[in-house]
């Protein structure tokens, strides 16, 4: 039995050694662009804190939404506009999203404004349109891309323009981060990394696992005064135990992020099917006026989540179309799922809605799995705990590749060593 038990460890040992070898570039890489992202947010709205606050002048009303898009439009005719984002807090700007017609397909061309530089961040918003059509996997199909101006609700004044999706230091870390700046061939990469780290997880735990009470408590703190070897295997194996099952999380969503299958079986494990795709209602008031009652949509969804942090409203899809407005999720740990209801394009009427909570559990499972992966799930504990496990993480494949070397010399050395010298008889 203790000789199964050691042929075991040794089988273990091999197969942690051999993947983590395999994959301890591509791991540390993902890592180090992970703590750049994780707070891309925050850090955007600290560069461009102008973009997205205001100061709320005394006994001024609100502009409507009409008037806001009227006089966007006056400064920047070539502009159609594709939503709105209108948050709670009084002192936040009104995201106006919109698409150059004179740009060329796909691109976004620069529109005239006040007082502000072109931007470069990813909107928090994301794009217009979220209450279209799903895909399969319950995936929303990606809304009509296009750029986003943040304007004073007061006076409607652009204070900045978001044209790309994010900034370039962003863009970037994001490209090496899913693809190694390899396209295709490197998002398969990155796939099979978070695959070889779920095995290599286990793998360390069942090498962590201690025989006595002694040695748990050696294998829970790190010896901070032992010598350099002692002290890189402590960094490897007790920061790998403390952050394994973090680690195990962030490899788990990534593979299913990456792979089909590992989606197709998520649904399998929940005995739950995707989502039915959603279709918009066709407008109560086909043919009505081309005015769009933005304002009327707008008031319907407030009534309707009045709890919410922001609504999204967005344009109809064409002339016979519903306005949506979206709003965040309030089921615990989902406020990144929408809720999104279908209003009358020319009375803003309520004409039926489509709840998060009515998606099937594979399909809430799925869309859990990027929030989860980013840290975004909690907010900003999550994404602090997010930031200290891939500050760890980067350490592994370093302490790693020590012990490896250590204990490679160690046996070179000892099959290298001479013989001892028998004494010569006399």
């Not at 709205?45 to 009303?61: D, I, K, M, N, S």
């Not at 009409?66 to 594709?82: E, G, H, I």
């Not at 919109?98 to 620069?110: F, I, L, Q, T, V």
């Not at 306005?323 to 615990?332: D, E, G, K």
Request: charged share 20%.
């Amino acid at each position: 039995m203790i000789q199964l038990n050691r042929f075991m460890k040794v089988i273990f040992r091999r197969i942690h050694l051999y993947l983590a070898l395999a994959a301890g570039l591509v791991f540390f890489v993902q890592c180090l662009t992970g703590t750049v992202l994780v707070f891309e947010e925050e850090i955007t709205h600290a560069l461009h804190a102008e973009r997205y606050a205001v100061a709320v002048p005394a006994g001024q009303p609100r502009l409507t939404l009409a008037q806001l898009a009227s006089q966007f439009q006056q400064a920047n005719p070539k502009a159609k506009v594709l939503g709105f984002k209108v948050y709670a807090d009084p002192a936040r700007t009104v995201e106006l999203m919109y698409r150059d017609e004179k740009a060329r397909p796909g691109g976004s061309g620069e529109l005239k404004q006040e007082g502000s530089r072109p931007g470069g961040e990813r909107g928090p918003a994301g794009g217009p349109g979220e209450g279209g059509k799903r895909g399969q996997g319950g995936e929303k199909k990606r809304p009509e891309r296009g750029s986003t101006a943040y304007l004073n609700p007061y006076t409607g004044q652009v204070l900045g323009l978001q044209t790309e999706k994010q900034l370039p230091v962003f863009k970037f870390a994001e490209d090496l981060h899913r693809r190694l700046l390899a396209g295709e061939v490197g998002k398969a990469l990155t796939g099979l990394s978070a695959l070889f780290i779920l095995f290599i997880t286990v793998t360390g735990l069942v090498l962590w696992w201690p025989k006595t009470r002694d040695m748990l408590r050696g294998r829970l703190r790190i010896k901070w005064g032992a010598s350099g070897k002692r002290l890189t295997h402590d960094l490897h194996v007790v920061l790998g135990f403390y952050c394994s099952l973090f680690l195990f999380g962030l490899a788990l969503t990534g593979v299913i992020m990456s792979y089909r299958w590992a989606t197709e079986a998520l649904f399998t494990l929940t005995n739950s099917r995707p989502t039915v795709g959603l279709v918009a209602p066709v407008s109560a008031q086909p043919g009505s006026p081309r005015a769009v009652a933005y304002d009327a949509a707008l008031r319907t969804g407030q009534a309707t989540y009045r709890t919410a942090d922001f609504w999204r409203v967005s344009a109809p899809k064409d002339s016979a179309a519903a306005i949506t407005v979206s709003a965040p999720s309030m089921l615990p740990l989902r406020s990144l799922g929408l809720d999104t209801l279908f209003v009358d394009r020319a009375t803003g009427a309520a004409l039926g809605q489509h709840l998060y909570a009515r998606q099937t559990a594979g399909t809430q499972l799925r869309r859990l799995a990027k929030p989860l992966h980013t840290g975004e799930i909690g907010g900003v504990w999550t994404k602090a705990l997010a930031l200290v496990v891939t500050l760890c993480s980067l350490t592994f494949p370093v302490t790693g590749v020590l012990m490896w070397l250590r204990r490679t010399r160690k046996k070179s050395g000892k099959t290298r060593r001479p013989a001892a010298a028998q004494p010569v008889a006399g």
